[in-house]
């Protein structure tokens, strides 16, 4: 799709939700883009539904994958650490209505366990570009070096969904998608996100890792909130100007010194996805520049920058413990 055609188009967001072909151009530049890092699945009209499928993923609970897990359980007991629980993707059905995310319950041991197996768990997870237009900022974090993936790496915040344990009283869980960003946004920065009805929703799946996550395109946060956040012991938290995210994206000026250990700063690949499709998410009604450039402007200013030079050197290495 062209400049002019996506200007035309698109105005406020209930034309975006309308304009299926907006949305499969969306799709289809990104996902050219980042063909083998990263999927742009589907556009979500409604925050998904979850179901926890009955009985046992057969492959998780194998004896092999069981023996080793429990040796990693015992092993975080050890070091004082939490056994968080995790959802594994079952199934995402998209015909349903609303659609439904089918999951088995695991917990981080087997997670951890079939990673060294070399697996890729479908690990369910939401995240969101967090952004304050009254500050013409939005907000990122470089993951610590100990992150499991993609460590010291520039990404969005989030993280992975915590259902509820069965027979345990449990109090932290996630009851639906939308409160695992909330929860992890606030997890990982202080920030409290102003959640709205008409926030776009998007399905990714981070290849090199086996993530699913569902992407809020778009989170506002208040200046008040933002200028008080704290990081966590997770990453870094990075504010950073509107006028500044050319650089950032392409990991220029400087931005290409700026990575944790004295090595170059990298993203991991979602993260980079996800801040594109936020400023293709933008609608003109919001009256927002990118020093001088419209959001549809700069995403294809950016869309065409990738397509010549390609992403490889701009993402970091995805080690899996």
Aim: charged letters at 25%; one cysteine or more.
């Amino acid at each position: 799709m062209e400049e002019s055609q996506f200007n035309d188009a698109l105005q406020t967001r209930e034309d975006y939700e309308k304009s299926e072909e907006i949305l499969d151009a969306i799709k289809t530049d990104l996902n050219d883009i980042f063909k083998g890092y990263c999927t742009l699945e589907t556009h979500l009209k409604n925050i998904p539904d979850l179901l926890e499928i009955d009985g046992k993923d057969q492959y998780c609970n194998s004896p092999e994958i069981q023996n080793s897990a429990d040796s990693v359980r015992l092993q975080i007991q050890k070091d004082g650490r939490d056994n968080d629980p995790h959802g594994l993707l079952y199934d995402l059905r998209l015909r349903s209505s609303p659609i439904c995310i089918e999951y088995f319950f695991t917990d981080y041991a087997t997670i951890t366990t079939l990673r060294r197996n070399n697996d890729l768990p479908k690990i369910i997870s939401a995240s969101a570009v967090v952004h304050c237009d009254p500050l013409r900022e939005i907000v990122l974090h470089i993951r610590n070096k100990h992150s499991s993936t993609y460590p010291e790496c520039l990404h969005t915040l989030g993280g992975a969904f915590k259902p509820k344990i069965k027979d345990k009283n449990f109090a932290l869980y996630d009851k639906n998608i939308a409160m695992t960003a909330i929860r992890e946004i606030m997890e990982e920065s202080g920030l409290a996100i102003q959640w709205q009805p008409n926030m776009p929703l998007w399905w990714l799946h981070e290849e090199r890792t086996g993530f699913r996550q569902m992407f809020v395109a778009g989170a506002p946060v208040t200046k008040a909130n933002i200028e008080i956040m704290e990081p966590s012991w997770e990453g870094h938290l990075i504010r950073l100007s509107f006028d500044d995210l050319a650089d950032a994206i392409l990991l220029r000026g400087a931005f290409r010194h700026e990575g944790p250990s004295s090595q170059p700063l990298k993203w991991t690949p979602t993260g980079l996805l996800s801040v594109l499709l936020w400023v293709a998410n933008i609608t003109p009604d919001r009256d927002i520049k990118f020093n001088g450039s419209s959001p549809s402007q700069f995403f294809f200013e950016m869309i065409k920058e990738l397509k010549i030079q390609g992403i490889e050197n701009l993402l970091g290495t995805e080690k899996r413990e």
